[in-house]
């Protein structure tokens, strides 16, 4: 940290914690600058007060996926059954939304809800900002909509918040109707044979990164059409790096942050072509290296949530989903490199009904439970590192 003035410049080593109480300040002052004139320690005192202590970067977590990510959860009315208002107001759940005191819903100032959506690799110019304020369900959010951001937003804040962490932003990128095995693959991807399990002669080439189409016949010549693999990856990865190289207009008062971690609910596109969802395993390991290093966050922690609708033992494309999420979550085993960083969250028990392709009947519930259920499996993973 450093504070500059016309006759004086100090350098601080950063500071851990941003609520350092005054015998903690003294200490530093004394430990690092000793006795120093008077006028010199206002001075210093004055600018760490401006400053309000925010040396640490403010903590950025990534949601992407498809449409039930973006959020399809009815907010309204108040009087009917599955929206966010009648679970609030009427059955009085997911009480930390609603001031009972003030009959306002709350508003976190510590922890930003951006979302931006765009389709495929449009420009950021032409992508829409949906989301850009404190955390809230209230009149602020101007979505009619929920995804899973309150859930993981609120709980997210509470777990920063307990260990003193400045600031805290939920970064959502994602757009309906996309498939990891397609429209988010991964650069890097290779392309994959498959052989039709009711044709034993016919085989599918199936594209990789930047290739169209999305399949072709092996041996025959690909025609490309307007679209190639990952063009959707390409574009959310992109439109939210503009947004964190920009982050004081996303975040006031922010000047660095941190990509700690990410969250992933997909899997209904693929999991209607048995080709994606045998390989989605495969792809999802590679979504979770990949975004790593994208974003400078080799340390980040990785949460997937399952289709809330596929149970243990299905067999079908769902199924295979699932049991791809559960192979890559560390305390399976099968990845030593994932242990500790990488959990998946088994939806079903939070579903209050309906499947993913029909947004699971727009229950608000469903994308509370989902959220919150991520958020806690989240929190678990950042308490192995303290």
């Known amino acids: 940290m450093r504070f500059e003035g016309k006759s004086i410049q100090f350098i601080l080593p950063p500071i851990r914690d941003s609520h350092l109480d005054q015998l903690q300040l003294v200490q530093l002052l004394l430990t690092f600058f000793g006795k120093m004139a008077p006028l010199k320690l206002m001075v210093l005192l004055f600018a760490f007060a401006i400053a309000g202590f925010n040396a640490e970067p403010i903590q950025v977590f990534i949601l992407m996926g498809q449409s039930n990510m973006l959020g399809e959860g009815s907010r309204t009315p108040s009087t009917t059954n ?69 859930g993981i937003g609120y709980t997210m804040g509470d777990y920063m918040a307990s260990i003193r962490v400045n600031g805290t932003m939920i970064l959502k990128g994602c757009i309906g109707d996309r498939a990891l095995g397609w429209d988010l693959l991964p650069p890097g991807s290779p392309s994959f044979d498959y052989t039709d399990p009711k044709n034993s002669s016919l085989v599918y080439t199936y594209a990789g990164y930047h290739q169209s189409p999305a399949r072709w016949i092996k041996g025959t010549k690909p025609v490309p059409i307007g679209w190639e693999a990952g063009e959707q990856y390409d574009g959310d990865t992109n ?15 922010a000047t660095e942050y941190e990509v700690a971690g990410f969250f992933w609910w997909q ?120």
């Not at 439109?239 to 008062?253: D, E, F, K, V, W």
């Not at 500790?340 to 499947?355: D, E, F, I, L, W």
């Open 239 to 253: 439109r939210m790096a503009t947004i964190l190289a920009n982050l004081s207009t996303y975040y006031p008062g």
């Open 82 to 150: 599955g929206t966010l208002d009648y679970a609030v107001m009427t059955e009085h759940k997911y009480p930390y939304l609603w001031d009972s005191t003030t009959g306002n819903w709350t508003v976190r100032n510590d922890v930003r809800n951006v979302f931006i959506m765009g389709s495929g690799n449009a420009s950021f110019g032409s992508s829409k900002l949906e989301n850009n304020e404190w955390m809230t369900a209230g009149p602020s959010n101007k979505r009619s909509t929920i995804g899973p951001e309150l």
């Open 267 to 386: 899997g209904d596109r693929d999991s209607r072509d048995m080709a994606l969802s045998e390989h989605y395993e495969i792809n999802l390991v590679k979504l979770i290296k990949t975004l790593r290093a994208q974003f400078n966050a080799p340390n980040a922690k990785f949460v997937t949530a399952s289709l809330g609708q596929t149970v243990k033992g299905d067999t079908d494309g769902g199924g295979l989903i699932l049991d791809a999420m559960l192979n890559v979550d560390g305390r399976s085993g099968k990845y030593p490199e994932f242990k500790g960083n990488v959990a998946a969250v088994y939806s079903h028990p939070y579903s209050m009904g309906g499947s993913s392709g029909a947004h699971y009947d727009n229950n608000a519930e469903t994308y509370m439970n989902v959220g919150q259920a991520m958020g806690e499996a989240m929190v678990t993973l950042l308490k192995g590192d303290q």
